[in-house]
């Protein structure tokens, strides 16, 4: 199979066959947004928030603002282009930073829940449903299924590329599985099996030999070889009440060895890559954080974000104090993701917990 480049990211109506669609999907077809909205963005580090769920071309005013949004992922070779993944109603993906979006009829109306793009060839698309993975060579054109479990209870959690080589695919499962393709999703190899459910995997995007899986035993393991050899950090963690309670990681684009890391304890800060830990104040008794994502800022790690289930916190002094800004909308704030090219715009998934 041949992989090509392309030089601009073009998805028409008639590529994605959305003209005719207007219901279903979380789609609505009226002028506001349903159910309070799915996805928010800021311009200005997060002090005002606007939606942006439009769907662009169609014959009258739409939205998918009644999805719940479970990830978000930029092309790393195009800040401008956004992929989204919900909750049942399938994949998005904007080619304006989310002025107008488009639904990617090839993947259906399923749950998405990990999204990756191959950083050398950008049509290269990976997205995880259910348990299967399925890849797209032709910008979301059409997915073919690439990775099947055969037990249906198991479901594939996260997919990630290395940032350097995008022919480095790698799959966590709800087995505890983490799985390894050196082909770009051709032929796969389980390279590491823990005993408990693994949540999600995560990479270091300045250096591919560094992943980390979060596992809901033992909290965040880490290899530095690519995968072939494990460690927890809950021994590093040990001293921070319900250290293994993992929620969400981010890096420092500044100190490669420099991470992130939320617990139901709170937030806490490696400069190390996890060989010690020092916590970060917050605002909010531990008890009440309930913290859901976590954001910093690649140019200044001294920008902080994170979002719980009514608030939005951001610091720029690396925690010392912080802002607070109630959510634009009802639902929880799940996931933050920062323009790499332009830091003062972030974008925010929404969706809907039931009580």
């Known amino acids: 199979m041949q992989f090509t480049k392309t030089n601009k990211f073009i998805v028409t109506l008639g590529l994605l066959g959305l003209s005719t669609i207007l219901t279903g999907c979380g789609i609505s077809s009226s002028g506001t947004l349903a159910n309070t909205g799915s996805i928010y963005r800021t311009e200005n580090y997060g002090n005002t928030w606007m939606p942006k769920a439009s769907i662009m071309g169609v014959a ?13 992922k930029q092309d790393p070779t195009d800040n401008m282009t956004v992929y989204v993944g919900t909750v049942d109603s399938g994949m998005y993906v904007s080619n304006d930073s989310g002025e107008g979006w488009q639904w990617v009829k090839s993947l259906g109306k399923v749950y998405v829940r990990s999204i990756a793009i191959d950083p050398q060839y950008r049509c290269t698309i990976f997205a995880a449903v259910s348990n299967k993975l399925y890849r797209s060579i032709d910008c979301g054109r059409s997915f073919v299924q690439t ?46 099996r823990f005993d408990s459910k693994l949540t ?18 033992d909290g965040v393991s880490v290899s530095t070889d690519g995968g072939t050899r494990w460690k927890s950090l809950a021994e590093n963690l040990k001293s921070f009440e319900e250290g293994t ?6 890096f420092s684009g ?27 104040e917050l605002i909010t008794p531990k008890e009440k954080a309930t913290i859901n994502a976590l954001a910093v800022d ?13 608030t939005f ?16 909308t009802a639902r929880v704030g799940w996931t933050l993701v920062i323009d ?16």
């Open 313 to 328: 916190y951001s610091s720029k002094d690396g925690g010392k104090n912080w802002t607070t800004k109630a959510l634009p």
């Open 254 to 280: 500044e100190n490669a060895n420099s991470i992130y890391i939320v617990t139901r304890y709170g937030l806490l800060h490696s400069s190390n890559n996890g060989s010690s830990w020092l916590k970060i």
């Open 60 to 72: 009258r005013v739409a939205n998918f603002g009644a999805a719940n949004v479970w990830t978000i």
């Open 200 to 217: 999600k995997l995560y990479i270091n995007p300045q250096n591919g030999s560094s992943l980390y899986a979060a596992t809901t035993k």
């Open 340 to 355: 790499p090219k332009n830091t003062a715009m972030i974008f925010m998934g929404m969706r809907e917990i039931k009580k």
């Open 147 to 192: 990775y099947y479990d055969n037990d249906q209870t198991v479901t594939v959690n996260s997919v990630i590329t290395d940032p350097k080589n995008g022919a480095k695919v790698y799959i966590g499962t709800s087995r505890g599985e983490v799985i390894r393709s050196t082909d770009r999703g051709m032929s796969w190899q389980t390279i590491n």
């Open 245 to 250: 309670s993992f929620k969400d990681m981010a």
């Open 298 to 310: 690649p140019t200044d790690e001294n920008r902080i974000y994170y979002s719980t289930n009514t």
